[in-house]
Every structure is written in C-alpha cells, then in structure tokens.
C-alpha cells in the first residue's frame, strides 16, 4: 500500500471516529471493540483448516455482534413480553428494565462488520491484514449510522490504494447529493409535519384524511432513507469511494417481489445472502421454501425495531410475496418497468398502482405505535368518511408538498434507468439547461426544505 493511501486512511478513521464520537464518544469503544474481534476472527480463520475449529470461531463473530445488538437494541422489548406473557396466564412477575440507550447505527455497522466475518469464513474473501483499512471500512463515516451496508469485497479493496481526485466522479456525487437533499429536506421533512398531526390525531379524522397521511408517508419514509442514501454515496463518491446502489426507483415496481429487490436493496440482499440462502433458500420442499421466506421477512422487520408493529409488517410482506413464489413469477420482473420507452403501458401503470397501494397500507403498520393502533387506522379509512374531502388538502402548505412529491415521481420517472435519478441529466441536456435546474434545485432546498427533522432511520 503507498504511504501516502495510509495518511488517507489515518484521515478517515480519525473523521469517522471524531463524527460518531461527537455523538456520544463513550460507544466509540462499542464500534472499536467490534471491528477489532472481527479483525482478529478473520485472521484466525485463515490460519485454521478445521471445519470444526473454523465454525467455533465464526460462531464467537455471530455471538459478539448479534448478542451486542440484541442486548442494546432488544433487550428491554423482550424483558416486556416476557412480563406480559405472564401476566396472560394470571401471573405477576416484576423484571426491572434498563435504561439503555441504543447506539445510534449499531444494526448497519454490526451487518456490516458481521459480513466480512462470513465472507472469510465461506472463503469467499480473503482476510486483510491491514488493520487501519479493516477501522475504516467498518466506520467510514458516510454511511455509518444509516448504511448502505456495504460488502468488504466491494468496499475494503478500495482503502488499500491511494484515492485520487476525479473531476467527473466528484460531479456526479454531487448530482446524487443534490438530489438526496431535495428528498429529505423538501419532501420527507415537509410531509412528516402533517404525518405527524395526521397519525397523533388518528381518532378524530376523516379516512380520507387518514389516507392522505399514509400516501405521506409512503412519500415521507422513501424521501427520508433514499435522500440519505444519495448523501452517502454521492459523499463518498468525492472521496474517490464507489458505493452500491441502495434504492432504485421502488415506487415503480410492479410486484411486491420486485418491490423488495429496489427498496434498501443493501439490506434485502444481506439478509438473501447470509440468512436466506444459508437456511436453504428456495432448496428442497415447497413447505422449508416458504418457512425461510417467512423467516427472512419477519427478522427484516424485526430488524428494524424492538416492536410487534415491525414484525407484522415483516410478516405482511411476506404473506404478499408467497403466492408470487407458489406461481413462480416472483422474478418475472427483472427489468425497469417501460424500459426504453418514455411512458408506461396501461397494464404497467395498474400493476405499480396496485403495489404502491399496497405497500402503502403495509406502512401504516411501520408508521403506528401498536399493532392494534395500525388496525384501528385502517379501519377508519375503510369507513364512509373515505369518501369526503382530506382536511389540510386546500391549505397552502399542503399544496406546496404535493407538488413536490410530483416533481420527485416526476424526475424519478425519467431517471429510473440509472444508478441514480439525475445521472442522467449529464448525458441529455446542455450545460445550460443543467445549471439552471441545478439552481432551481439549490433555491428550493433553501425556501422550503423544513429543519430539525431527524433521519427515519438514525434510530435502527
């Protein structure tokens, strides 16, 4: 490795480290800690050729980091239903609770140290011994409190040598940060104001109205994790770092199969290859096939939180997706949906109408405090009030946001066959036409993007 990649290197895990501590510095020893257990597993992998031996070690990996995540992420949520389990069957039993404050991107850093452990393991990688590079590529600070969780095959070999600035690379990250904070700051932010006011007020609303506040949210949690992803990537990207695509265009699918491999696709893929595929995949009888897709889809949503409501939504997920499998079209759409062509055929438009009507009514679940909560919200919206005009939907402010979300199903349509939305405008417009919607862009961000609206997915 040249020197001057190490002084590099040095730079980024001293950033990393002084922007996770900034934080709270005392968990900079909880990541330091597990980057350094996993730094030695791998080296002791290699040195063994014992089946058995090799799998003692892996299980320490999976011992260490899933028990720290279980412990500071679930640990009271499973101390309450082990309470009220009891208390089902007329027993009273009193387990004191912690109060334990959860690591802000301990589930993305965990994955991903997690990984590189496997990969070794499955010798599908080989281990480094380059301590410095293994720090920054569990801590590099773009994607470190929300992902994309990104492989060490992909990312580690990019620390070993020296990082160059490239003008066009560097633009391009641009672009797709520009982009990112238009859907956090303009859409996300402003939407959350009225989901917010919508599901605290839930009782006293009009279905339509609560309707309105999940297509908000729908609009909400994509302009919200997607925004953040852009600002990773197109950060990393002036870096001279090349991150996997993490969302592509979801609200375009056309199945809830295709749904999941264009939504937080660093997730779905790391639970496919390190969950899914280990436990037998789609291998063997119909009956172990639908086991594992249930299994992938509840621990996906258990993931995300210390809730029941996430693992509903998991498990509602999963009960779209296996009559898909059961007629084997779950991978019928593997292409972007009009490719080629500007619009959409009818039968396409109806099929992403239906999925995002779907996934809509699936995130009101993700979005509700309790699952009863969830199924009391829809019940109001399926009453007559569905039928009456939304409240908020004449405001001014209302107005603003809506046209927003258009402009953003707007520019994601013509975008959606790159690796992100506004790749290509660098290849179909002169640099006046560029610069002026680049501008316009900037000025909106700064007139209507909203403020103090933490990330969605800061607390996973």
């Not at 249930?294 to 996906?300: D, L, R, T």
């Not at 080629?340 to 009101?364: D, H, N, Q, Y």
């Not at 405008?425 to 103090?452: C, E």
Request: net charge positive; proline share 3%.
């Amino acid at each position: 490795m040249p020197k001057q990649a190490k002084f590099q290197n040095l730079l980024v895990v001293f950033s990393s480290y002084l922007f996770y501590g900034w934080w709270d510095w005392r968990f900079l020893f909880l990541i330091l800690l597990s980057s350094l257990i996993d730094y030695i597993i791998g080296l002791q992998l290699q040195k063994s050729n014992n089946k058995k031996i090799r799998k003692q070690i892996l299980l320490i990996s999976i011992f260490v980091n899933i028990g720290t995540l279980a412990f500071f992420k679930y640990y009271n949520f499973f101390a309450q239903s082990f309470v009220e389990a009891f208390t089902l069957f007329g027993k009273t039993i009193e387990l004191s609770s912690l109060d334990i404050i959860l690591p802000v991107g301990i589930s993305f850093y965990t994955f991903q140290s997690l990984s590189y452990s496997i990969d070794v393991y499955k010798r599908k990688l080989e281990p480094t011994n380059d301590l410095l590079s293994f720090l920054c590529y569990v801590s590099f600070f773009p994607q470190l409190v929300a992902g994309p969780i990104e492989r060490a095959k992909n990312l580690l070999p990019q620390f070993y040598k020296l990082r160059k600035f490239n003008y066009n690379q560097a633009t391009d990250g641009i672009r797709q940060m520009l982009w990112g904070f238009f859907k956090k700051m303009v859409v996300a932010d402003n939407c959350a104001r009225y989901v917010n006011l919508i599901f605290d007020s839930a009782e006293d609303q009009s279905g339509s109205t609560l309707l309105l506040g999940a297509v908000l949210f729908s609009f909400q949690i994509y302009g919200d994790f997607s925004g953040y992803s852009d600002i990773a990537i197109g950060s990393a990207k002036l870096f001279g770092f090349d991150f996997k695509q993490n969302f592509a265009v979801p609200y375009f699918s056309r199945n809830i199969a295709e749904f999941w491999r264009r939504w937080h696709i660093s997730l779905s893929t790391w639970f496919r290859d390190y969950l899914y595929v280990p436990l037998g995949g789609s291998r063997g009888s119909k009956t172990l096939a639908l086991r594992n897709i249930f299994i992938i889809f509840i621990v996906s949503g258990f993931w995300h939180g210390a809730n029941w409501t996430f693992v509903f939504w998991g498990f509602l997920h999963a009960l779209l997706f296996v009559p898909l499998f059961l007629f084997k079209i779950n991978r019928k759409y593997l292409d972007v949906v009009a490719q080629g062509r500007l619009f959409a055929k009818p039968k396409e438009l109806v099929s992403m109408l239906c999925t995002f009507s779907v996934v809509t009514i699936i995130w009101i679940f993700f979005r509700a405090n309790s699952v009863s909560e969830a199924f009391i919200y829809i019940t109001r919206i399926c009453s007559r009030s569905i039928l009456s005009i939304p409240e908020f939907i004449y405001e001014e402010k209302m107005l603003i946001v809506l046209f927003f979300i258009c402009v953003l199903i707007g520019v994601d349509w013509f975008g959606r066959e790159n690796n992100h939305t506004l790749e290509h405008i660098n290849k179909r417009f002169s640099k006046p036409v560029r610069y002026v919607f680049y501008y316009l862009l900037v000025m909106t961000i700064f007139l209507f993007g909203a403020k103090d609206e933490p990330f969605i997915y800061f607390q996973f």
